[in-house]
């Protein structure tokens, strides 16, 4: 089956580490996005890449860097500069860049609690 | 730029009521509108989106959506809803990003509690 994988689904951090979250797709899709999700806020788009090589920041970047190293591959390093990491991170795809009209698939979220 | 407002954070409805989830939205070019669920603990799963066309969508589960360009609205209902509906329900807006692709930027949720 095709689809988007996060990994792990819990995780737990102490404060000053930084902490990587796997996102995996195998849906042959070109663009990619990680939000963060907190209660009573919606989604917000922390980075996006629309190709291998290419990312660029969303609303919120400050304390997270990402890498696109792989078309399937989009990972997410939560560094200790940002001082409210936990939330609910969520990772999402696109079939076709540029296309407004395509809606995202996301994958099952990893819970990133500091402790 | 875009945004969405979805007026109630939580709606309480029994079982095989109906119900209605607000969304509105603000955009300077043309619209594309999206309704996502989460189950908890989920990522979003689409429940319908807009495009174009036919002003009433239909989607999955037996919700759909009424575009209306006027009150700059796209209000998700369901004539009657079950236990399983149970859920958070999230309203989007599509818009081009800088350099191509896109961005959905999203309501802050609407928590949908079916009680028997």
């Known amino acids: 089956d095709g689809g988007i994988t996060q990994s792990p689904k819990y995780l737990f951090r102490k404060e000053g580490q930084n902490v990587t979250l796997s996102c995996e797709q195998n849906?042959?899709?070109?663009?990619m996005y990680w939000y963060r999700q907190d209660p009573g806020q919606g989604l917000r788009l922390i980075y996006y890449?629309?190709?291998?090589?290419?990312?660029q920041k969303g609303d919120i970047a400050e304390g997270y860097s990402v890498s696109r190293e792989k078309k399937e591959s989009f990972p997410l390093t939560v560094t200790s500069a940002q001082k409210n990491p936990t939330a609910f991170y969520l990772c999402?795809?696109?079939?076709?860049?540029?296309?407004?009209?395509?809606?995202?698939?996301f994958g099952p979220g990893t819970r990133l609690t500091v402790l | 730029a875009q945004s969405v407002t979805q007026l109630d954070s939580q709606v309480p409805v029994f079982e095989e009521a109906p119900v209605e989830l607000r969304c509105n939205y603000s955009s300077s070019v043309s619209v594309y509108l999206f309704w996502y669920v989460q189950y908890p603990n989920q990522g979003l799963q689409l429940l319908l989106k807009?495009?174009?066309?036919?002003?009433l969508v239909k989607g999955i589960n037996g919700f759909e959506a009424e575009f209306n360009k006027s009150q700059t609205s796209f209000h998700l209902r369901k004539p009657s809803v079950h236990i399983s509906d149970t859920a958070e329900y999230f309203c989007a807006v599509s818009a081009s990003l800088t350099g191509g692709g896109n961005k959905l930027t999203f309501g802050t949720g609407t928590q949908l509690k079916v009680e028997l």
């Open positions: 849906l042959n899709h070109d663009a």
């Open positions: 999402a795809s696109l079939p076709r860049q540029g296309a407004l009209y395509n809606e995202q698939f």
């Open positions: 807009y495009l174009s066309g036919s002003t």
């Open positions: 890449s629309q190709i291998v090589n290419d990312f």
